[in-house]
Nanobody, 129 residues
């Protein structure tokens, strides 16, 4: 299983970026996937997740500004990031939970790093004021 994140870059505050995570070895429609982010010296933190049933979960810090979605045909997971703020600056990682067709609906499950079995390499997002 491999996850390849892309789409990061530099943008001014208020701008938008769309991150992509290409998944190979798994059909994304059958597995939960998520996005996490990390800044130097801090723990990796949850940003967004989507369940096999397409339920979406967001950290409070990104709710209303970020949208997670997926392309079930191409096995790509997206993170649309709008109204970006300097605090959104981080390396963004995509991740996949290897539990097949999970029916779990607890947001705490999806926001926990330990839930995810596979991780991509990260893509840098820099937001300037």
């Amino acid at each position: 299983v491999q996850l390849q994140a892309s789409g990061g870059g530099s943008v001014q505050a208020g701008g938008s970026l769309r991150l992509s995570c290409a998944v190979s070895g798994r059909t994304v429609a059958n597995y939960a996937t998520g996005w996490f982010r990390q800044t130097p010296g801090k723990e990796r933190e949850f940003a967004a997740a989507i369940s096999p049933g397409r339920s979406q979960y967001y950290a409070d810090s990104v709710k209303g500004r970020f949208t997670i979605s997926r392309d079930n045909v191409k096995d790509i997971v997206f993170l649309q990031m709008d109204s970006l703020k300097p605090d959104d600056t981080a390396v963004y990682y995509c991740a996949l939970d290897n539990l097949f067709r999970s029916s779990i609906r607890d947001s705490r499950y999806f926001s926990a790093r330990q839930t995810y079995d596979y991780w991509g390499q990260g893509t840098q997002v820099t937001v300037s004021s």
